[in-house]
């Protein structure tokens, strides 16, 4: 069971840096250098993790004020392998990892 645990937090640090590189690679591209010299700007991965957090964070407020709203019923943890989880946590962070990806299919769905 341990194996099991260990495995499925591996998966998810695996999904986490994943969408992490991708976010870094989106802001890249968006991004223009800037012409100040000596000028501070924080790192790309930085700004990475507080997009990560930020969306996740969003997406958790809204996901709770809808289930508020309508008063719907959830479980207030589940159970996936060993780990203990909030249920909206658990897929507003998801949501958010999977994000950047989602945004890279669209790209290239729309570029062809």
């Not at 937090?9 to 100040?36: G, H, N, T, W, Y």
């Amino acid at each position: 069971m341990f194996t099991g645990t260990f495995a499925l937090a591996l998966m998810i640090l695996l999904f986490v840096l994943l969408s992490l590189q991708e976010r870094v690679r989106l802001s890249m591209v968006r991004e223009k250098p800037l012409d100040l010299a000596g000028s501070s700007r924080p790192s790309p991965f930085s700004e990475a993790v507080a997009g990560l957090v930020g969306t996740a964070g969003g997406i958790y407020l809204s996901l709770v004020l809808l289930t508020s709203f309508l008063e719907i019923q959830i479980p207030a943890r589940i159970h996936l392998g060993g780990m203990q989880m909030e249920p909206l946590a658990a897929f507003s962070i998801a949501l958010a990892v999977v994000q950047p990806f989602l945004i890279r299919f669209w790209q290239a769905l729309h570029r062809a």
